[in-house]
């Protein structure tokens, strides 16, 4: 399968050059992924992770991919006290799974934003 490119839609994709995820045969490479959905992004971590997540899940379905195939997971957060908050939805989401995980503390590009989240996935 050639290398295939899926877009969630943000103008933004086309503004910074880069593409929501890319498919490259059972591959799939998912951006880092904020809480932003339809310009709007909830005040809370948790909030953020979860819109994150719903963001990632519609990419790896589009790829025909699922949160189940997820081999390898990285966390940005502009907090080291919210390190909790995210694992445990990353544990909700990831339970049984247990991909690799890397988790960043660091500045994002927009101070509204608290956590980011990339994921790489295999195709079972």
């Known amino acids: 399968m050639a290398r295939r490119l899926i877009s969630s839609g943000s103008p933004f994709e086309e503004v910074a ?6 498919q490259d045969g059972r591959w799939v490479f998912v951006a880092g992924t904020s809480g932003f959905a339809n310009g ?8 953020q992770a979860e819109q994150a997540f719903a963001t990632i899940a519609a990419a790896l379905a589009e790829a025909g991919a699922k949160l189940a195939d997820v081999v390898r997971v990285r966390l940005y957060l502009t907090e080291a006290a919210d390190f909790e908050k995210v694992a445990k939805i990353c ?13 960043i503390i660091c500045g994002l590009v927009d101070p509204r934003m608290k956590v980011e989240i990339e994921v790489t996935a295999r195709k079972g």
């Open 17 to 22: 050059g880069y593409s929501r995820a890319v």
């Open 40 to 47: 709007q992004i909830a005040d809370d971590v948790e909030g």
């Open 91 to 103: 544990g909700k989401h990831f339970k049984g799974i247990r991909p690799a995980n890397t988790t």
